[in-house]
């Protein structure tokens, strides 16, 4: 039997229908695990812990030691990217991710020929999950897609407009154009060596998609994400990759024709039919329930959960949520979600 057979979510992201859809969550490994925080606090840092392959290993197979989940993601962030191109980047608690914000005068300042070398211990940790994993359990590497890893590069934090970057886009076009040429390469270059490391499937993180116009989505969301999809598959061969464009809305279908991608990730804004007539027929979709459905569990998760298997069960589908798991959520409620979905 091939290696795609054996991995319900690996075949679903390459176009197979199964007969119920496989179920992994963003941010599965995570607070919400009190096996998570414990590993947390005995680690230096935030990056030291995405940095240490022992502790990487263990907290990306607590989730499925709890719940019978079809896949492992890597446990990883976004910002080792800007971290391995020499930008200073810490984690402060209670704060989210701070880094010193990049311009188009420091620009210059980045390193990209030291983000292989910088990142090395995640390709030791995917090799020790590819080795540790059951047949059947698919390994899911990611990175962050280019425009919204530009955001905090930029604007130094999150935030809820992404102004910085927009505007350092439009008041410096070349100096952005430089970065975003970096951040392609980068990210070519990182998804290829977790192929490399043994991920059976890459998802690209577009997790701050929304707030562009359509000009701006082509060119910052869709044009990067193509030329990545296009440079990993020339160096791995018909590679499978996820697309996760959160907030594309109606620039769902322009995405996922214009890049490539085998599978589309759907936030939980987006209506059910909506994705079914904007997606074409056979293309695999990822979602998209509520997060805080999740939090609050009960009928209402389990009748909305349903409501998303009905609407892509005659598709490939892949149940997820719309965005990533929420720290105050119960561990009892993940249990009856994912008995829903591979249960009934």
Request: glycine fraction near 8%.
């Amino acid at each position: 039997m091939s290696q795609v057979a054996l991995k319900p979510l690996l075949a679903t992201v390459l176009g197979e229908r199964q007969a119920r859809p496989p179920i992994w969550i963003m941010r599965q490994a995570g607070r919400y695990l009190p096996e998570y925080r414990e590993v947390r606090a005995r680690s230096k840092g935030f990056l030291d812990l995405c940095y240490s392959p022992d502790l990487a290993v263990e907290v990306t197979l607590q989730p499925l030691r709890r719940f019978p989940l079809d896949a492992a993601i890597l446990f990883s962030d976004i910002l080792v990217v800007p971290d391995a191109l020499g930008q200073s980047v810490r984690f402060e608690q209670g704060e989210g991710p701070l880094l010193e914000p990049i311009t188009a005068q420091t620009l210059g300042q980045l390193r990209p020929e030291r983000v292989l070398e910088h990142l090395a211990p995640v390709f030791e940790t995917l090799r020790r999950l590819k080795h540790e994993l059951p047949a059947d359990k698919t390994l899911i590497g990611f990175c962050g897609s280019p425009w919204t890893v530009a955001t905090y590069m930029i604007g130094g934090r999150g935030s809820p407009d992404q102004a910085a970057a927009r505007l350092f886009a439009l008041q410096e076009p070349a100096a952005f154009a430089a970065l975003m040429d970096i951040l392609v390469q980068a990210s070519i270059d990182y998804l290829v060596a977790q192929f490399q490391a043994g991920a059976d499937v890459v998802q690209l993180f577009e997790s701050w998609a929304l707030n562009l116009d359509e000009e701006a989505f082509r060119t910052q969301v869709i044009e990067p994400n193509r030329r990545i999809v296009e440079g990993v598959r020339q160096r791995v061969p018909n590679a499978p990759i996820i697309g996760f464009p959160r907030g594309a809305a109606g620039n769902i279908a322009a995405y996922v024709a214009a890049t490539g991608v085998n599978a589309v990730g759907l936030d939980y804004s987006t209506p059910l039919g909506f994705a079914q007539n904007a997606v074409p027929p056979g293309m695999a979709v990822q979602g998209n329930l509520d997060p805080l459905r999740l939090v609050a569990g009960g009928p209402q998760m389990e009748e909305r959960a349903r409501q998303i298997i009905a609407a892509f069960a005659d598709r490939p589908h892949i149940f997820n949520l719309g965005h990533g798991i929420v720290p105050q959520t119960p561990i009892a409620h993940v249990e009856r979600l994912v008995e829903l979905v591979k249960n009934g």
